[in-house]
């Protein structure tokens, strides 16, 4: 007992030494994230939101190092961008598709530029409308997988389309405006 006591008085007194140090504490990395996709395709039907018409249909498959969307878009503002995201939750059901949740970040990063610095998972660049309100979509989203379970996997959560322009610096979203569209990720095969 009494080689115990001093003991524990010891490891008591450095530990509360280390509380007040001044040293600041580095936050943890976020952990790597699988990059291997299990599903061989995917499509995404996109379905007006927030009493719009847009709507499309889009193909996901996936690719060396992310996920490759390609398909139209189509009732979009006449010559206008348009931001487009991945979201967090496979759920469209609210009419202005809110119930999506926010964009899909499984490594908390800053909302971003895909390809300049930080940025969301699910940030992409913006779409371009053509004279007749159409855009083509062929996007090369690194760093997801399609289907498999991982943290960075974007099966089952969902695309949506913005009624403006994503600025790629405002936080959280890019003050890109209303949600126009929205669709669920759903793997065919």
Do not use: W
């Not at 709507?55 to 996901?60: D, E, F, I, K």
């Not at 995201?85 to 496979?90: D, F, N």
Request: net charge neutral.
């Amino acid at each position: 007992m009494r080689l115990i006591l001093p003991l524990l008085a010891t490891a008591t007194a450095l530990a509360l030494g280390a509380c007040g140090s001044s040293a600041p504490v580095k936050p943890a990395a976020p952990a790597p994230v699988a990059a291997v996709s299990t599903a061989q395709l995917a499509e995404a039907n996109l379905a007006p939101a927030s009493a719009s018409l847009v709507s499309g249909r889009l193909v996901l498959v996936p690719e060396a190092g992310g996920v490759h969307i390609t398909g139209t878009i189509g009732s979009l503002p006449r010559s206008q961008p348009a931001a487009f995201h991945v979201h967090e939750k496979g759920d469209c059901s609210a009419v202005d598709a809110s119930s999506a949740g926010p964009h899909f970040n499984p490594l908390s990063q800053p909302h971003g530029r895909a390809g300049a610095g930080a940025h969301h998972a699910g940030d992409m660049d913006n779409l371009q409308a053509n004279a007749e309100g159409v855009a083509q979509v062929d996007v090369h989203l690194r760093g997801v997988t399609l289907g498999g379970g991982a943290a960075n996997d974007i099966a089952g959560r969902a695309l949506i389309v913005h009624a403006g322009a994503d600025d790629y610096r405002s936080q959280p979203a890019g003050n890109a405006g209303a949600r126009v569209a929205c669709a669920v990720i759903r793997v065919v095969r």
